[in-house]
């Protein structure tokens, strides 16, 4: 376990390291991700890293809750405005969902397509 | 002298301890809740969560760096869970390479969508300007939305607001609207969570399928270098 839980660490480390060294607007654990993505595809994922890392994942709601909390201190900023922007991030989050998902579903039926006709005219 | 129930109250409201374990204990019980009623969306266990300790803290009269300098403690696993995502991510990678070009197309207008339809439907709700710019990045995770936000005028405390009210509106929604929509593809559930949605809908799609939280992480880290790129872009454009 403490193997597994210090290479995560040292990937967020590394990456808030690139992020202030770069100057990246990205924070450090999200670079971190994908630096432990590289070394994944170069390696493979062991057991004791996997185990540590799933064991995590399964409460990534429950470490949201405090920063979430901190809405507290700043809710009075929308107290005029509250009802407007309830509906227009209701409203917006839904059409972002609506069209990314079907922007690739689409996409990937075109890739296919053409991927499906190039195998054709190859075979031809 | 034995000590009143204030007493014991006031010895424990200042340490970590009494914070971490309310923490713990309201998200153990919202979630057994959450199981109890089939998961119906509205008692998802991060809104109740945050909605009861808000409570709580304001009857209480607890500020909320009081609160946290307990709570940190569960705050900090945020870091490494989030370098975590690569696991899941990895077991993909051989659908994620096939889908490289699709992918980042979605991503694209996924992005634009997010942006440009914050802006449109505030505009017509009649928000003001600064509430406009502090929505534009709304669906970024909230480190990369606060930067956003100052850059174009916007109010970053106030992102910060939005972009966790956006996140728990994305992992209540999000289950509902696609068994409806019929969208069964893991990666276009994941990838829309993702982006609409940030960690906190990253964190319900990791519940709803490991596929889906593969992607919803994916598309979290690179909608939040693409949003850096387009909101100031947008802004300007849209005359924000």
Redesign the interface.
């Known amino acids: 376990m403490v193997r597994g839980?210090t290479v995560?660490?040292v990937?967020?480390l590394a990456?808030e390291v690139t992020a202030r060294a770069l100057n990246l607007?990205?924070?450090?654990?999200?670079l971190?991700?994908?630096?432990?993505?590289g070394m994944?595809?170069w390696r493979g994922?062991p057991d004791w890293?996997?185990q540590?890392?799933?064991g995590?994942?399964r409460?990534?709601?429950?470490?949201?809750?405090?920063?979430?909390?901190?809405?507290?201190?700043?809710?009075q900023?929308?107290r005029a405005?509250w009802l407007?922007?309830?509906?227009?991030?209701?409203?917006?989050?839904?059409?972002?969902?609506?069209?990314?998902?079907g922007?690739?579903?689409l996409?990937?039926r075109?890739?296919a397509g053409r991927e499906a006709s190039r195998n054709a005219t190859n075979h031809d | 002298m034995q000590p009143t129930m204030t007493d014991i109250w006031v010895y424990l409201a200042q340490t970590p301890l009494l914070w971490l374990t309310a923490t713990l204990l309201v998200y153990y019980l919202t979630d057994l809740a959450y199981q109890r009623v089939g998961q119906w969306p509205l008692a998802n266990p991060v809104l109740l969560s945050v909605v009861l300790l808000v409570v709580f803290l304001t009857v209480t009269g607890t500020p909320y760096q009081r609160y946290f300098d307990g709570a940190q403690f569960v705050h900090f696993l945020l870091g490494p869970t989030t370098v975590a995502l690569a696991l899941p991510l990895w077991r993909y990678a051989g659908r994620l390479r096939r889908m490289l070009l699709p992918l980042s197309g979605a991503l694209l207008i996924g992005s634009l969508t997010s942006i440009l339809s914050v802006v449109a439907i505030g505009r017509l709700m009649g928000v003001s300007e600064v509430t406009l710019r502090s929505l534009a990045p709304k669906s970024v995770t909230t480190p990369i939305a606060m930067g956003i936000s100052e850059q174009i005028g916007g109010l970053p405390s106030l992102t910060a607001v939005l972009v966790i009210v956006t996140g728990i509106i994305g992992a209540v929604i999000a289950q509902e609207l696609f068994d409806r929509l019929r969208v069964d593809d893991q990666a276009a559930r994941g990838l829309a969570i993702g982006v609409a949605s940030h960690g906190i809908g990253t964190a319900r799609a990791l519940q709803m399928h490991a596929e889906a939280g593969a992607f919803a992480g994916l598309a979290m880290g690179l909608n939040g270098a693409l949003t850096t790129l387009l909101a100031p872009l947008l802004a300007r454009l849209l005359g924000l």
């Open positions: 839980i995560l660490l990937c967020q990456g607007p990205a924070p450090g654990p999200v971190g991700m994908l630096l432990l993505f994944l595809l994922a890293l996997d540590v890392g799933q995590l994942l409460f990534l709601p429950l470490f949201f809750v405090p920063a979430g909390v901190g809405i507290m201190n700043h809710v900023l929308m405005e407007a922007i309830a509906v227009t991030l209701l409203v917006s989050t839904v059409i972002t969902m609506i069209v990314t998902a922007a690739l579903l996409l990937l075109l890739t």
